[in-house]
């Protein structure tokens, strides 16, 4: 039996001991760290080199998405399940985005956690009953057509940043909804503001606007 290595990043450190509390009699499991924080998880990853990382998407400092983004982008091979206490469409959708392999919940009972860690392990995405039927719900229904066409210059995450920005959306505000830093999305919209070649956020939104967007 092959033994899975895990790391357990979450600024609790109750429940960081009571997943230890549960996993640590499982015999083909071993959680081989810890961490706190989001930069912490980043650390921790590229010294101990898990198997698995069970990532809270909401930590200090960094959180867990964008610590998933940077940990994938190192080291591919890793296996990140998004934990979080909430069952919300956008955290989904985000955790996947940034390469999630599966989504539990942190009230989820010991056999739950266990088939997620195994199944993501095996190179299979795992998100749960219910979170799947929101992900077939939403991927089936009707969805607009965003108009890239019209900013064919721009890449996707920064059309999702326009879009917010037409929408009326704060730096912190888009960096809270796209779980990234306050920093990325000011790059994010430089970058927009260079590319459509306008002045300001006034004439982002025009454009914008123009376009469909928001």
Do not use: W
Request: proline fraction near 4%.
């Amino acid at each position: 039996m092959d033994l899975i290595r895990i790391l357990v990043a979450d600024d609790h450190t109750l429940f960081r001991q009571g997943i230890r509390a549960l996993l640590n009699p499982i015999p083909d499991l071993e959680i081989v760290g810890e961490a706190a924080t989001g930069e912490e998880a980043i650390t921790q990853t590229s010294n101990l080199q898990p198997d698995v990382v069970l990532m809270d998407l909401q930590m200090p400092d960094l959180n867990g998405i964008e610590a998933t983004r940077q940990i994938l982008k190192g080291n591919p091979r890793v296996c990140i399940i998004a934990v979080t206490m909430f069952e919300e469409d956008e955290s989904v959708f985000a955790a996947m985005r940034a390469g999630a392999r599966g989504y539990v919940l942190k009230d989820a009972d010991r056999a739950e956690i266990l088939s997620v860690i195994r199944t993501a392990h095996r190179g299979e995405a795992y998100f749960g009953a219910e979170v799947a039927k929101r992900l077939m719900g939403f991927f089936s229904g009707s969805q607009p057509t965003a108009p890239s066409q019209a900013f064919p210059e721009l890449t996707a995450r920064e059309l999702e940043v326009l879009t917010l920005i037409a929408q009326g959306r704060s730096n912190v505000q888009i960096a809270s909804r796209l779980f990234l830093s306050p920093k990325t999305v000011s790059n994010h919209i430089s970058s927009i503001f260079t590319k459509l070649q306008v002045a300001d956020r006034a004439q982002a939104i025009v454009r914008a606007r123009d376009a469909g967007l928001g």
